[in-house]
C-alpha cells in the first residue's frame, strides 16, 4: 500500500510517499481502506515532535478518516467487512490501509459522504465537548470564536448557533470571515484591522462575552480574556499561533471567570461512552441541516504533504481532507 510516512522530525516537506507493507488486524482492530482522511493542525505538530503524543519512527500522521471495513481481528463483533465507517486514530490515518481500534470506528449514516465523515470528528468533536460539555453554553449567551475560520472555529459557530447562543467571530482577513458569516456568526471583528477590545465591548454593550473559544493562543488570548464577561468561561483548544499565551491569574479573579482546557483526544480515550453520545447528538443536527462541515479542498493522498503545509501557511478556510485517489 501507499503511505506518507514521517522518517525524520521535521516540517512536512520531509514527508515521504512511498509503498510500505500492507498491515493485518491483530485482536480488537479493523483494518480500514481510507477513502478520506481529515487534516488537523496536530498533525502538521506531531511530524515536528512538538505534540503531546510522540509516536515511534517511521509513522504515518493523520488522526481521523472514513473508508470501507477491509478486514476484521479477532473478536470484532460491531462491525463487517464492507462497513462504511468512520475512525479517530492517534496516528496513521495518512494511508491507504489504516488499523484503528474496534473501540474507535463508528458506523458512517448513509447520507453523508467519506469527505465529511473525514472532516467531522475531530473538529465537531472537540468543539462540542468543548462548548456543551465543558462550558455548559446556555441558549442566549455570547460567544466569541478566535481563529474563527479554521476547522474548528466554523465547527464552534455553527455549534453554538445550533445551541442557541450569539457567535461573534473574530479572524484575521475579510474574507475569512464572509467565510464565518455565512456559516451563521452574527457579529465579526478582522483583529488585523480592529482593535479587539473595543470591538468586543462595542458588541456585547460592555458585558463581554459569556464564553471565548480560542485554538490560536497567542497575542490575543489576553486581550480576549480581559474582556470576557462575569461569570465567564475561557476554553483552552490549543495553540496555532505557535506561542502559548501567559495570563495573569488576578483576571479570573476579578472577572469571577473559569478558564477551561478542553483535551479531546483524552476525553474520547476516557469517556468513550460520552463521546459516542455526542456522536449521536452531531449527526441529529446535521439531518436537521444545523451542522454542515465546510470542506474547501481536497488532495490526494500524494500530495498530503502540501495540505500539512498550507495548514501551517494559515491557507485553509475551514477543513481540508487527503483523498485515496
Known amino acids: 500500500m501507499k503511505a506518507l510516512m514521517c522518517k525524520t522530525l521535521g516540517m512536512p516537506n520531509t514527508l515521504v510517499y512511498e509503498e510500505v507493507p500492507d498491515p493485518s488486524p491483530g485482536p480488537g482492530q479493523v483494518l480500514l481502506d481510507m477513502q478520506a482522511a481529515g487534516v488537523n493542525f496536530p498533525d502538521a505538530l506531531i511530524v515536528q515532535g512538538k505534540y503531546q503524543f510522540k ?14 471495513v477491509a478486514a476484521l481481528g479477532e473478536g470484532v463483533k460491531n462491525v463487517k467487512v464492507g462497513d462504511r465507517v468512520m475512525a479517530a486514530c492517534s496516528h496513521g490515518a495518512f494511508a491507504e490501509k489504516v488499523l484503528v481500534s474496534a473501540k474507535q470506528v463508528i458506523p458512517l449514516p448513509p447520507a453523508i459522504s467519506f469527505e465529511t465523515g473525514a472532516s467531522f470528528t475531530l ?16 441558549a442566549g449567551e455570547t460567544v466569541l470564536v ?14 453554538a448557533k445550533a445551541l442557541g447562543a450569539r457567535v461573534i467571530a473574530a479572524a484575521s482577513t475579510a474574507e475569512k470571515l464572509a467565510v464565518c458569516e455565512k456559516n451563521g456568526a452574527d457579529a465579526c471583528i478582522n483583529y488585523t484591522t480592529e482593535d479587539l477590545r473595543e470591538r468586543i465591548k462595542a458588541l456585547t454593550d460592555g458585558k463581554g462575552p459569556d464564553v ?12 480576549a480574556f480581559r474582556s470576557i464577561a462575569w461569570n465567564g468561561r475561557y476554553l483552552v483548544i490549543g495553540f496555532a499561533d505557535g506561542s502559548i499565551p501567559s495570563l495573569p491569574l488576578n483576571l479570573p479573579l476579578l472577572k469571577g471567570a473559569s478558564v477551561v482546557g478542553v483535551f479531546w483526544g483524552e476525553y474520547v480515550a476516557r469517556q468513550l461512552f460520552d463521546f459516542i453520545r455526542d456522536l449521536g447528538e452531531m449527526f441529529a443536527l446535521i439531518e436537521q441541516g444545523k451542522l454542515v462541515p465546510h470542506v474547501s479542498k481536497t488532495y ?20 481540508v481532507v487527503i483523498t485515496r485517489g
Open 55 to 68: 509516536p515511534p519512527l517511521p509513522f504515518a500522521p493523520g488522526a481521523e478518516l472514513a473508508g470501507v
Open 123 to 138: 473538529v465537531y468533536g472537540t468543539s462540542y465537548h468543548a462548548l456543551k460539555g465543558r462550558a455548559a453554553l446556555k
Open 146 to 159: 478566535l481563529g474563527a475560520a479554521g476547522g474548528v472555529g466554523l465547527a464552534a459557530i455553527q455549534i
Open 212 to 223: 471565548i473559544f480560542d485554538p490560536v493562543g497567542g497575542q490575543y488570548a489576553e486581550p
Open 300 to 319: 490526494p493522498l500524494a500530495q498530503g504533504a502540501q495540505a500539512l503545509q498550507d495548514l501551517l501557511d494559515r491557507k485553509v478556510v475551514g477543513k
